[in-house]
């Protein structure tokens, strides 16, 4: 063989020596951390779960924009999203957490949407010592399984309705009779059994309790069930099934003196309904109108951290041409409580991240976080709380939705009584 | 308590007559051409988003859509005969059965891509009518008087015209039929269209008062498999009737127990008609 026809094989060894090099060295520099989670881009949950997303992308765009993160030893750490669609089914979640983590090799985790998906992924973030923090899952019996590298971001459901009732004590004292209807899923559940014990624990009559499945349409029988005389009606589950609850409680013609339901009456969408939306009061993790701010950080003597709520407001619409819902922020949270941690820990090691996680007490835009880290309930939230809107007609007589309770965030007083 | 049994059995009257509707698609297509169409429940839920796009992009009256619904319904069911049963009509059921599973399958990827999942809800109200201590909204009723009149001109054509005469005949004995010199192919074709009509309609009917999906045909597809073994398959008055059994059952049963055991005694009735009368409550085709 001739000498020249050896050259390519020498300038290919030559680069295969020199480029591993190149790469370490940019490699020790810059650092890219894969997120991962399972979205409910299709199926029943993916109103709540496509927020989510935004959110989270959202999140990592800005952080990304901003530099990344540094970390003690100086290595530059941006983030990039790797999900998967979960069609929302939980038969699907821990085979594509399984996959998030062996084949995308993702370093952190952020749990799918709903209380019943996230309780199948908690098991794999935790099989696989990887730290997930969960969104849309506000259901407490996930913290109260020995998890210890779970983390809650939103307030659990045994406080998600009972705000309510406090808000019924006193706006109508006289109110005495609470109809309960339910989706039977694991969330809904937890949320309707903490709100029929602290309702009697008030005093108030629960004259009706009954569940329906998930994916039901028809509301009529239950509506029929609930007593003329009712005082409150309360209840409902995801998207879909409460607001069909919702525009059968306005068509069927129920008088109630407050309706407050569960998770649509927050979602923008939710004004779809028309008529029958105005008056209902719906638990909300957040709104656009909370005043979190860093001054109010300073009052209350703890961190603040991340960007105004403003901002978050504004740069949400700018992206996706919507107000954001409390399913967006809650996705972009769960980024934000990374980035602190990782900023914070100057690591992206579970062990260090978690050390910072589980002392972590500040106030974001979302509002206050912190997680219980007792061994019987770790990861719960414990510093976070919910607000109360109502959709209620403006002068133009255009819905808009007010922030009702607590006092300190009202943006209007309520008005119970329902239809409106 | 009377009042409340009244009200439960109303509602679920009125919502059995398009049941019904849905149901009789079902086992129109079973009495002439012995083909179970799994593809019923995403045509039911194209039904809904045909009357919704007609409604929201074009302002037309949700009642007045369901003429251009129904052509549509027809249209689509031609196409689905063409392109995935006739080569299989005279192949075992267990074909026919998987050829229509997979269109579900294509109608459902394919809506998703489109619709997405996000529920969608026609704001057509039209308020509630106030019958003593009942209050029933307007556009169950509609939905009602709308069902009833498919039901109508279903008989009409079976039974005052020639073509219907021809459905008729190929349900009975298809080769008698054709040696009588009946095209059996075009009515096979028209049978199958005219299923996925109703479907479609009653999808229609539906979305006037129940927000909806891609996904919502689902449930309305097992209700209609009920209601054919009810009234007895091949048979477009036993699924109106086996509609009105059904949705009272719906009405009448939560006001005893639990909803969450309408199933169960929906399903037992299932089976017992199944053991008793397998014919069905007015007998098969």
């Given at each position: 063989?001739?000498p020249w026809?050896?050259?390519?094989?020498i300038?290919?060894a030559?680069?295969?020596?020199?480029?591993?090099?190149?790469a370490?060295s940019a490699?020790?520099?810059?650092?890219?951390v894969v997120?991962g989670f399972t979205a409910?881009r299709?199926?029943?949950?993916?109103v709540?779960g496509?927020?989510?997303i935004?959110?989270?992308?959202?999140?990592?765009e800005?952080?990304?924009?901003a530099g990344?993160?540094?970390?003690?030893?100086g290595?530059?750490?941006k983030?990039v999203a790797k999900d998967?669609?979960?069609e929302s089914?939980?038969?699907?979640?821990?085979?594509l957490y399984?996959?998030?983590?062996n084949?995308?090799?993702a370093?952190?985790?952020?749990s799918?949407?709903?209380?019943?998906?996230?309780?199948a992924?908690?098991?794999?973030a935790?099989q696989y010592?990887?730290?997930?923090?969960t969104v849309?899952?506000?259901?407490?019996?996930?913290?109260k399984?020995?998890?210890?590298?779970?983390y809650?971001a939103?307030?659990?459901?045994?406080r998600y309705l009972?705000?309510?009732?406090?808000?019924?004590g006193i706006?109508?004292?006289a109110?005495?009779?609470v109809?309960?209807v339910h989706e039977?899923?694991?969330?809904?559940s937890?949320?309707?059994?903490a709100?029929?014990?602290?309702g009697?624990?008030?005093g108030?009559q629960i004259?009706l309790?009954?569940?329906y499945?998930?994916?039901?349409?028809?509301f009529?029988p239950?509506?029929?069930?609930?007593?003329?005389d009712?005082?409150?009606?309360m209840?409902g589950?995801?998207?879909?099934?409460?607001s069909?609850f919702?525009?059968q409680?306005?068509e069927?013609?129920?008088k109630a003196?407050m309706?407050a339901?569960?998770?649509?009456?927050?979602?923008?969408k939710?004004?779809?309904?028309?008529?029958a939306?105005c008056?209902v009061?719906?638990?909300?993790?957040?709104?656009?109108?909370?005043?979190y701010?860093?001054e109010?950080?300073k009052?209350?003597?703890?961190e603040?951290?991340?960007?105004?709520?403003?901002?978050?407001?504004?740069n949400?619409?700018?992206?996706y041409?919507?107000?954001?819902s409390y399913h967006?922020?809650?996705?972009?949270?769960?980024g934000?409580?990374?980035?602190?941690?990782?900023k914070?820990?100057?690591s992206t090691?579970t062990?260090k991240?978690?050390e910072?996680?589980?002392e972590?007490?500040l106030?974001?835009?979302?509002?206050?976080?912190?997680?219980d880290n007792?061994?019987?309930?770790?990861?719960?939230?414990v510093?976070?709380?919910m607000v109360?809107?109502?959709w209620q007609k403006d002068?133009?007589g255009?819905l808009?939705?007010?922030v009702?309770?607590?006092e300190?965030?009202?943006?209007?007083?309520?008005?119970l009584?329902f239809?409106? | 308590?009377l009042?409340?049994?009244?009200?439960?059995l109303?509602?679920?009257?009125?919502?059995?007559f398009?049941y019904g509707?849905a149901?009789?698609?079902?086992?129109?297509?079973w009495?002439?051409?012995?083909v179970?169409?799994?593809?019923?429940g995403?045509v039911i839920a194209?039904g809904?988003?045909?009357?919704?796009?007609?409604?929201t992009h074009l302002?037309i009256?949700?009642y007045?859509?369901?003429a251009p619904?129904?052509l549509f319904g027809l249209?689509?069911?031609?196409?689905?005969?063409g392109?995935a049963v006739?080569?299989?009509?005279?192949?075992p059921?267990?074909?026919s059965?998987?050829a229509t599973?997979?269109v579900n399958?294509?109608l459902?990827g394919?809506?998703?891509?489109?619709f997405?999942t996000s529920?969608?809800?026609i704001?057509?109200?039209?308020?509630?009518?106030k019958i003593?201590f009942?209050?029933?909204?307007?556009?169950?009723l509609?939905?009602?008087g709308?069902?009833?009149l498919?039901?109508a001109?279903?008989y009409?054509?079976l039974?005052?015209?020639?073509?219907?005469?021809?459905?008729?005949?190929v349900?009975?004995?298809?080769?008698a039929a054709e040696?009588?010199g009946?095209p059996s192919?075009?009515v096979?074709a028209?049978?199958?269209?005219?299923?996925?009509?109703?479907?479609?309609?009653?999808?229609?009917?539906?979305?006037t008062f129940?927000p909806?999906t891609?996904l919502?045909g689902?449930?309305?597809?097992?209700?209609?498999?009920?209601?054919?073994?009810l009234g007895?398959?091949?048979?477009?008055?036993?699924?109106l009737?086996?509609?009105?059994v059904l949705?009272?059952?719906?009405g009448l049963?939560?006001a005893?127990?639990?909803?969450?055991?309408?199933?169960?005694?929906e399903f037992?009735l299932?089976?017992?008609?199944?053991?008793?009368?397998?014919?069905g409550?007015?007998?098969a085709?």
């Amino acid at each position: 063989m001739q000498p020249w026809k050896w050259y390519p094989f020498i300038l290919l060894a030559v680069l295969g020596l020199l480029l591993p090099g190149a790469a370490s060295s940019a490699s020790a520099a810059e650092k890219t951390v894969v997120i991962g989670f399972t979205a409910s881009r299709t199926g029943k949950l993916n109103v709540e779960g496509l927020r989510q997303i935004n959110g989270v992308n959202l999140w990592i765009e800005q952080v990304n924009a901003a530099g990344g993160v540094k970390l003690a030893d100086g290595t530059q750490v941006k983030f990039v999203a790797k999900d998967y669609d979960d069609e929302s089914k939980k038969e699907r979640v821990q085979e594509l957490y399984t996959k998030l983590i062996n084949t995308d090799k993702a370093v952190f985790l952020i749990s799918p949407y709903s209380s019943g998906l996230t309780d199948a992924a908690a098991v794999i973030a935790q099989q696989y010592n990887k730290i997930m923090i969960t969104v849309g899952a506000a259901s407490d019996s996930t913290y109260k399984k020995g998890f210890t590298l779970v983390y809650q971001a939103y307030t659990p459901a045994s406080r998600y309705l009972t705000g309510a009732l406090d808000l019924l004590g006193i706006q109508a004292p006289a109110a005495k009779k609470v109809a309960i209807v339910h989706e039977t899923d694991k969330f809904s559940s937890d949320v309707v059994n903490a709100l029929k014990a602290y309702g009697e624990s008030k005093g108030y009559q629960i004259a009706l309790f009954e569940g329906y499945d998930s994916g039901a349409a028809d509301f009529a029988p239950f509506i029929n069930k609930i007593p003329a005389d009712v005082d409150a009606v309360m209840g409902g589950g995801h998207y879909a099934d409460t607001s069909t609850f919702a525009k059968q409680l306005f068509e069927k013609g129920a008088k109630a003196k407050m309706v407050a339901l569960l998770v649509a009456p927050p979602e923008p969408k939710f004004a779809e309904l028309g008529d029958a939306a105005c008056g209902v009061i719906g638990a909300s993790q957040w709104q656009p109108q909370a005043k979190y701010s860093p001054e109010a950080a300073k009052k209350a003597g703890l961190e603040w951290f991340g960007i105004p709520l403003a901002d978050f407001v504004k740069n949400y619409q700018a992206k996706y041409q919507e107000e954001p819902s409390y399913h967006s922020a809650g996705g972009y949270v769960a980024g934000l409580v990374l980035e602190y941690a990782v900023k914070k820990s100057g690591s992206t090691d579970t062990a260090k991240v978690k050390e910072v996680l589980d002392e972590m007490n500040l106030l974001t835009f979302y509002g206050h976080l912190k997680f219980d880290n007792t061994p019987k309930t770790h990861g719960l939230q414990v510093g976070h709380e919910m607000v109360y809107t109502q959709w209620q007609k403006d002068q133009q007589g255009k819905l808009v939705n007010q922030v009702v309770w607590p006092e300190a965030a009202q943006t209007a007083k309520a008005i119970l009584y329902f239809p409106r | 308590m009377l009042e409340r049994l009244l009200a439960s059995l109303t509602d679920g009257l009125l919502l059995g007559f398009v049941y019904g509707v849905a149901a009789m698609g079902l086992t129109l297509i079973w009495g002439v051409m012995t083909v179970i169409n799994l593809a019923h429940g995403p045509v039911i839920a194209l039904g809904m988003f045909a009357t919704y796009l007609l409604f929201t992009h074009l302002g037309i009256n949700p009642y007045l859509a369901l003429a251009p619904v129904a052509l549509f319904g027809l249209l689509l069911g031609f196409l689905i005969y063409g392109a995935a049963v006739h080569r299989v009509i005279n192949a075992p059921h267990l074909s026919s059965l998987l050829a229509t599973f997979a269109v579900n399958m294509i109608l459902i990827g394919v809506g998703t891509a489109i619709f997405s999942t996000s529920p969608q809800n026609i704001d057509f109200p039209l308020g509630s009518l106030k019958i003593g201590f009942l209050t029933i909204p307007v556009t169950r009723l509609l939905a009602t008087g709308g069902a009833l009149l498919v039901t109508a001109a279903l008989y009409l054509f079976l039974y005052a015209t020639r073509t219907g005469k021809a459905v008729r005949a190929v349900a009975n004995n298809r080769r008698a039929a054709e040696l009588m010199g009946i095209p059996s192919s075009l009515v096979l074709a028209l049978s199958f269209g005219l299923g996925t009509m109703l479907a479609a309609v009653a999808g229609g009917l539906i979305a006037t008062f129940f927000p909806f999906t891609i996904l919502s045909g689902g449930p309305y597809e097992l209700k209609s498999f009920v209601i054919c073994v009810l009234g007895g398959l091949g048979n477009p008055l036993g699924a109106l009737l086996g509609g009105l059994v059904l949705g009272g059952l719906e009405g009448l049963v939560p006001a005893f127990m639990p909803v969450s055991w309408v199933p169960v005694v929906e399903f037992g009735l299932f089976v017992l008609v199944l053991l008793v009368r397998p014919r069905g409550l007015l007998g098969a085709k």
